[in-house]
């Protein structure tokens, strides 16, 4: 399987150092992005082959990320 880029939008760090890490030691590149906004500007700046994405975020609910 080709690697991944995978963006990963998550506040919580320790969630995101886990997923860091997991998804480079298997060949993956990751972007992290800590708020919706954020994530947006990464993808739309990017293009991440995939999207993992917390629905709580603390400025957008995900759904409305979704959305947008």
Same mark, same amino acid.
């Given at each position: 399987m080709?690697?991944f880029?995978? !963006?990963?939008?998550?506040?919580?760090?320790?969630?995101?150092?886990?997923?860091r890490?997991?998804?480079?030691?298997?060949g993956?590149?990751l972007?992290h992005?800590a708020t919706?906004?954020? +994530? !947006?500007?990464?993808? +739309?700046?990017?293009?991440?082959?995939v999207? !993992?994405?917390?629905?709580?975020?603390?400025d957008?609910? +995900?759904l409305e990320?979704?959305?947008?």
């Amino acid at each position: 399987m080709a690697p991944f880029h995978v !963006l990963h939008i998550e506040p919580d760090e320790a969630t995101a150092t886990f997923m860091r890490k997991a998804l480079e030691e298997s060949g993956h590149r990751l972007t992290h992005a800590a708020t919706a906004i954020e +994530g !947006l500007q990464a993808a +739309g700046r990017e293009r991440p082959d995939v999207i !993992l994405l917390e629905l709580d975020l603390p400025d957008l609910d +995900g759904l409305e990320t979704i959305r947008r």
